[in-house]
């Protein structure tokens, strides 16, 4: 393919490269580029994509599809569409003749039922003073897994804070959300549902070692429950009693206090020293250990996540 | 051959299921340009692979692992270890998702547009 050619725009090899470059004949008065040298002065970058008018996105779309629809680019959409599909179901059939080889479904024989839980299940019992097995797992044995796993919740929203962080006053720019604070039907609906929403992921987080549940569901019942108080009456009471400053000082306190709880008991641990910590008995509320008081950090932290992710994207605030 | 392969297919009807969820999952990602629906495919195919976990972790006829009548015999309950892990999935592709949103909030303030192919464009012709 010599580029001397004299319909080399038309040519294939210069159709792939437009393709695979992504290139697109662009008119100045579009090219947001060109508009910034022709007003010749220096924007941010904040400034320079709010540029874009309602009139340049259209334009800009309207190229876009003309692209989209030439014929050679037609003919790559199908392709991809095809082969994407033919590798989808490739993977699902190699997938389906590994599982045809898994043990059978059930049974009680297979290789997963292995020692490891066997003792969780005989010992488990004796050694975190959990009823519930699973919890005494992930907050005993594997706890310092579940302390990874607050973490990265915190984390997850401290990136969201940084991303959809709105600190002036000012609408957001696509600020055309339904407002439902007005709304009489949700207000009384919520007047009764948030208490008893309330009470019910207090009572989960807090027999986490006693029955299903724990601080993870229990949390996002909890957070359900703010969420929609903030949905029926608005950020502005929600701010008297959970603002940012709540937020910080309950998620900081409470990952605090699980790292310093399991420090403590790691090091017991590992120097054989006998841990103060009684383990109660077992079935009481106040029994297993530290199991209770990390459910409920681990409660508060995911409460506070929820309700903060519906904040920040909501309005880009805690 | 294939007729066995079926009867053990239909033994193992969740793992199945998950199979063709996470399937499904991963041809929305790939069919769809609209940044939101592949999202939705990411968290179908993590929810395939909870399902899966699960599966692995059932015993026929026996209970979940909370101790009762202080029965405390291996015999009595499920497997735990594939519910701790699945918690720790669901964690994890709850702040995965989350950040993605956000990320994808972002493009679209900044470019008015959901489609990456539009994005990917715009941005190479913007310098941004």
Redesign the interface.
């Known amino acids: 393919m010599s580029k001397l050619k004299e319909n080399y725009k038309d040519s294939f090899s210069q159709k792939f490269s437009d393709f695979m470059?992504?290139d697109?004949e662009?008119p100045d008065e579009v090219?947001?580029?060109k508009k910034q040298a022709k007003n010749n002065k220096v924007i941010q970058?904040d400034e320079?994509?709010s540029e874009?008018t309602d009139a340049d996105?259209i334009k800009?779309?309207e190229l876009?599809q003309a692209?989209?629809n030439r014929k050679f680019m037609e003919w790559i959409n199908r392709a991809y569409?095809i082969i994407?599909?033919v590798?989808?179901?490739t993977?699902?059939c190699v997938?389906?003749?590994t599982?045809?080889?898994?043990p059978?479904?059930?049974?009680?024989d297979?290789p997963?039922?292995n020692e490891?839980?066997?003792r969780?299940?005989?010992d488990g019992?004796d050694e975190t003073g959990a009823?519930?097995?699973?919890a005494g797992?992930?907050l005993d044995y594997?706890a310092f897994?579940t302390f990874g796993?607050s973490n990265?919740?915190f984390?997850?929203?401290c990136?969201?804070l940084i991303?959809?962080r709105n600190d002036d006053d000012e609408p957001l720019?696509?600020e055309d959300v339904v407002d439902f604070r007005r709304d009489i039907i949700l207000e009384k609906a919520a007047k009764f549902l948030v208490p008893v929403i309330l009470v019910f992921g207090i009572y989960v987080v807090l027999n986490g070692h006693?029955?299903?549940g724990g601080g993870?569901s229990g949390g996002a019942i909890m957070g359900a429950a703010l969420i929609l108080f903030a949905c029926a009456y608005g950020f502005e009471r929600m701010e008297r009693i959970f603002s940012y400053k709540t937020f910080r000082r309950i998620t900081f306190g409470a990952l605090l206090f699980y790292g310093l709880a399991k420090s403590y008991s790691f090091f017991t641990g590992a120097n054989h020293i006998e841990s103060i910590i009684p383990l109660g008995t077992?079935g009481a509320i106040l029994s297993s250990g530290l199991i209770l008081y990390l459910n409920i950090c681990v409660g508060l932290v995911v409460a506070c996540t929820m309700y903060g992710?519906y904040t920040?994207?909501k309005r880009g605030r805690i | 051959m294939l007729k066995?392969?079926?009867s053990?297919?239909m033994?193992?009807?969740?793992?199945?299921a998950a199979?063709?969820i996470?399937?499904i999952g991963?041809?929305t990602l790939?069919?769809n340009k609209n940044l939101i629906k592949k999202i939705i495919g990411f968290n179908l195919m993590d929810n395939a692979i909870y399902l899966f976990l699960a599966?692995?972790?059932?015993?026929?006829s026996?209970k979940?692992?909370?101790?009762?009548n202080g029965v405390?015999?291996?015999?009595a309950?499920i497997?735990?270890?594939?519910?701790?892990l699945v918690?720790?999935g669901?964690?994890?592709s709850?702040?995965?998702t989350?950040?993605m949103?956000?990320?994808t909030?972002?493009l679209?303030?900044?470019?008015?547009?959901l489609?990456i192919?539009?994005i990917?464009?715009?941005s190479?012709?913007?310098?941004?």
């Open positions: 470059t992504g697109l662009v090219h947001p580029r970058a320079f994509f874009f996105d800009r779309r876009y692209f989209r569409n994407s599909v590798v989808a179901i993977i699902i997938l389906l003749f599982v045809s080889f898994l059978a479904f059930g049974d009680k297979n997963a039922n490891v839980s066997e969780y299940i005989e019992l009823v519930n097995i699973v797992m992930i594997r897994d796993e990265v919740l984390i997850a929203c990136c969201v991303l959809l720019p696509d006693l029955s299903p993870f077992p992710f920040l994207f | 066995e392969i079926f053990h297919l033994t193992n009807y969740y793992e199945t199979v063709i996470f399937g991963f041809t790939l069919l599966s692995k972790g059932y015993i026929e026996r979940a692992p909370i101790v009762v405390r015999d291996m015999e309950y497997n735990p270890i594939p519910a701790g918690l720790t669901i964690v994890v709850v702040s995965v989350a950040i949103l956000a990320l909030v972002k679209y303030r900044r470019y008015h547009t489609d192919d539009e990917a464009i715009i190479k012709k913007g310098g941004i």
